[in-house]
C-alpha cells in the first residue's frame, strides 16, 4: 500500500497515538486517570489545532482490559482524525478482542507501508503474550532484512511497540525489548533506516543510536517519571508526537500536550 503526499514538496506528515489503555467501562480509570476521557481530549486537542497530516499511527497497548469494546472506544474516537491508522499490538493488547473489531474502513495492519516516493514504514509485532517485555521473531527480524534490502533506495521509518534501547529506568528497561541487539544487527547492517518510532515508556524520549533516531513519545493517560529506577509517575500531561519526512531523509519532530495540569495520575500508586 502507498500513501499520497498532500505536500508540494513531497513530504510525508504523520500523527503518533500511543499507549491509551482504554477500558470497556466508560469510566475506566489507570492510576486514578480516566483513559476514555484523555484519549478523546487528545483526539480533540488535535482536531482543534487543525494539523495537517497523511496518517496516523498507533503504538500499542489499545486497551487495559482486553475488552471488544475498549477497541470499539478507540475506533470511535480515532474517527474525528478522519485518516488512515495504522496499528501494531503492545503488550497489554489482546489480539481476539482486537481482530473482533479491527481492521476497521480506517484502522488497519499492515507490515509494511510506502510513504509518498521517498520513504517506507516497517511496522514490527513485538508482543509476547503474557508478558510485559517484548521480543521479535524470526519471521519479524526475516521482514525487516527484506524490506530495507528489497526498498533501499527509501529512507525508512520502523515501528514497533518495546523500546529498543535503555532509558535509564531500571523498571522500565527490564520490560524493553530483549532481543534488541538482534534488531540492531540488522538495521545497521542498511544504511537507509532514519528512525525508530515506539511505546510502552510512557514519556518523551528522543536520541540516537550511532546515525539512528530512536523515539518514544508519552501516552495519551497515565506518564511514566524518566531516569526513575522504581516505579513513578510524571507531572507532565498526556500528548502526542508529529512527525514530517522530508524527501532528502531528514526527519523533524514535535511532541505537544494538553494543558498542564491536565488529567493528574495518583502520585503515591505503586505499581498498576
Known amino acids: 500500500m502507498k500513501v499520497t503526499s498532500n ?17 470497556e467501562a466508560k469510566d475506566g480509570s489507570l492510576l486514578s486517570v480516566n483513559t476514555s ?41 480515532i474517527s474525528k482524525l478522519n485518516k488512515m491508522c495504522f496499528w501494531l499490538p503492545g503488550n497489554h493488547d489482546y489480539r481476539p478482542s482486537m ?24 511496522v514490527l509485532d513485538s508482543q509476547v503474550v503474557g508478558v510485559p517485555h517484548g521480543r521479535l521473531s524470526e519471521q519479524q527480524l526475516a521482514l525487516l532484512e527484506d524490506k530495507l534490502s528489497f ?61 539512528v533516531r530512536v523515539m518514544a513519545t508519552p501516552s495519551t493517560c497515565v506518564q511514566f517519571k524518566p531516569l526513575s529506577d522504581d516505579f513513578a509517575v510524571d507531572d507532565q500531561s498526556p500528548g502526542w508526537r508529529e512527525l514530517l519526512l522530508s524527501p532528502d531523509g531528514n526527519l523533524t519532530t514535535e511532541v505537544k500536550r494538553l494543558p498542564a495540569g491536565s488529567f493528574m495520575p495518583d502520585f503515591s500508586s505503586s505499581g498498576y
Open 7 to 23: 505536500s508540494a514538496d513531497g513530504s510525508i506528515r504523520l500523527l503518533q497515538i500511543t499507549d491509551t489503555h482504554l477500558f
Open 37 to 77: 476521557d484523555s484519549f478523546d481530549a487528545v483526539v480533540n486537542a488535535i482536531v482543534e489545532q487543525n494539523t495537517s497530516y497523511e496518517v496516523i499511527v498507533a503504538t500499542g497497548d489499545i486497551s487495559q482490559d482486553h475488552s471488544e469494546v475498549s477497541y470499539q472506544r478507540f475506533e470511535a474516537g
Open 99 to 122: 481482530d473482533a473489531v479491527l481492521p476497521s474502513p480506517q484502522i488497519q495492519y499492515l507490515e509494511h507501508l510506502l510513504l509518498g516516493d521517498h520513504w517506507q514504514m516497517i
Open 151 to 211: 526498498y533501499s533506495d527509501r529512507h525508512t521509518l520502523v515501528l514497533l511497540h518495546h523500546h529498543p534501547v535503555l532509558i535509564g529506568s531500571a523498571w522500565l528497561d527490564q520490560h524493553s525489548l530483549k532481543d534488541a541487539e538482534s534488531f540492531w544487527h540488522i538495521v545497521e547492517q542498511h544504511h537507509n533506516v532514519k528512525a525508530v518510532l515506539c511505546g510502552h515508556v510512557h514519556q518523551d524520549m528522543d536520541r540516537y543510536r550511532n546515525n
